[in-house]
């Protein structure tokens, strides 16, 4: 294998070996701002919100090499593409491989649902912000204040 070859396939490894670790984290991360959420701890919410950020962008560019990786080998960026790619890993680090993605789509499932809950909880606390508005609207307690 050339040595070339060699380290585009070592990049592509371990920015999926990456992708586990981050979406791990962004796991945690999105079960803790429910929690928050919950709370209503804004500045704890803004600290998750932007660690939420950071994994995201992180993964979104290894995505885009991984893209660029398999156009490199005149792959689809696909799904076919990417089994097509892990033929080209030797035995056990294919074995490996397929099990990371398998993984990460596993990790990126949970995170979706947890993403999904979270919005859930939000849309909650505006329905409740908004009655509270709309009931006191007369009162003029909670309704914008001539100033």
């Known amino acids: 294998m050339s040595d070339k070859r060699e380290q585009l396939l070592s990049a592509l490894e371990r920015d999926i070996q990456q992708d586990c670790t981050d979406y791990l984290r962004l796991r945690g991360l999105m079960q803790e701002l429910y929690e928050f959420l919950l709370s209503r701890d804004m500045p704890r919410i803004d600290v998750i919100n932007q660690q939420v950020s950071e994994l995201v962008e992180a993964t979104r560019l290894r995505a885009e090499r991984r893209s660029k990786g398999l156009g490199a080998f005149r792959l689809q960026g696909d799904a076919a ?55 006191h609207s007369d009162s003029g307690l909670y309704g914008q204040q001539p100033y």
């Open 81 to 135: 593409g990417l089994y097509r790619l892990f033929e080209l890993y030797p035995g056990v680090r294919r074995t490996q491989l397929q099990q990371y993605w398998s993984e990460l789509g596993q990790l990126a499932s949970q995170c979706q649902r947890l993403n999904e809950r979270n919005g859930q909880l939000l849309a909650m606390h505006n329905d409740i912000l908004a009655q509270l508005l709309s009931q």
